[in-house]
């Protein structure tokens, strides 16, 4: 079975500092992993995903995210965090040789930034 | 290009009640997906179509819960009747097949927030 793994509920960050939120997955076989948004009363925007190659992939809105193998995580990150990142952020993956499979969302990480 | 519509976009029904809530994807996009969103959890996937076909509704709780998708394009999910528990978001999203498959992106509709009293 796969599963995704947000471990911080919230994490806190000052405005134009640089921000990581945390993402492990487990999943049989090479992982798809992806990224989204959620703003209030609004439904999930996608950031960016994994689906092979580099391991650093660039997404929306400066977001970035490393995909480490040996660590099995995909962690979301921004150089220079704004106000308006503030939102709810949920990590997802989907297994790649096991036909298809349903993405699979962790519980979701709110980024708090603060003036 | 317009993205996914949802609508109502909040419902209040009291328990037992009927309820249906209605999605239109994105142009195009052949797989539509309902999701259940509880309040501080991530989304959970109730059914997913193939055009007008259901190939994944194992996650639906057919006892109480329908959806229909007769023309393969916009979407109906239905509840009858409604106990407090169904009280969540109910996400709708769709993508195309043609964006590589299993690696198809998918986007998501605002939601419809059902409150069950």
């Known amino acids: 079975a796969q599963s995704v793994a947000q471990p911080e509920d919230q994490v806190n960050v000052a405005e134009g500092n640089p921000l990581t939120v945390k993402c492990t997955y487990s999943v049989s076989g090479n992982p798809y992993l992806f990224w989204y948004v959620q703003y209030p009363n609004r439904g999930l925007q996608f950031l960016l995903k994994y689906i092979t190659g580099d391991n650093l992939v660039k997404g929306s809105y400066g977001f970035e995210a490393e995909f480490n193998k040996s660590q099995t995580s995909f962690h979301l990150k921004k150089p220079s965090a704004l106000v308006s990142d503030s939102a709810l952020y949920f990590c997802a993956v989907r297994a790649f040789n096991t036909g298809f499979q349903k993405l699979v969302f962790g519980t979701g990480t709110r980024l708090l930034v603060s003036p | 290009e317009a993205g996914v519509v949802q609508s109502p976009r909040y419902k209040i029904i009291e328990k037992k009640q009927p309820v249906a809530f209605w999605c239109n994807p994105i142009?195009?996009?052949?797989?539509l997906y309902w999701y259940l969103q509880n309040l501080g959890q991530g989304p959970e996937l109730l059914i997913r179509y193939e055009n007008e076909e259901a190939v994944d509704d194992s996650q639906l709780p057919k006892d109480r819960f329908s959806a229909e998708r007769l023309k393969g394009v916009d979407s109906t999910l239905k509840i009858q009747p409604a106990e407090l528990g169904d009280s969540a978001v109910y996400l709708c999203?769709?993508?195309?097949?043609?964006?590589?498959?299993?690696?198809?992106?998918?986007?998501f509709g605002p939601g419809t927030r059902l409150t069950v009293l």
């Open positions: 142009s195009g996009h052949n797989t």
């Open positions: 999203a769709s993508s195309s097949p043609f964006a590589g498959g299993m690696t198809d992106t998918q986007y």
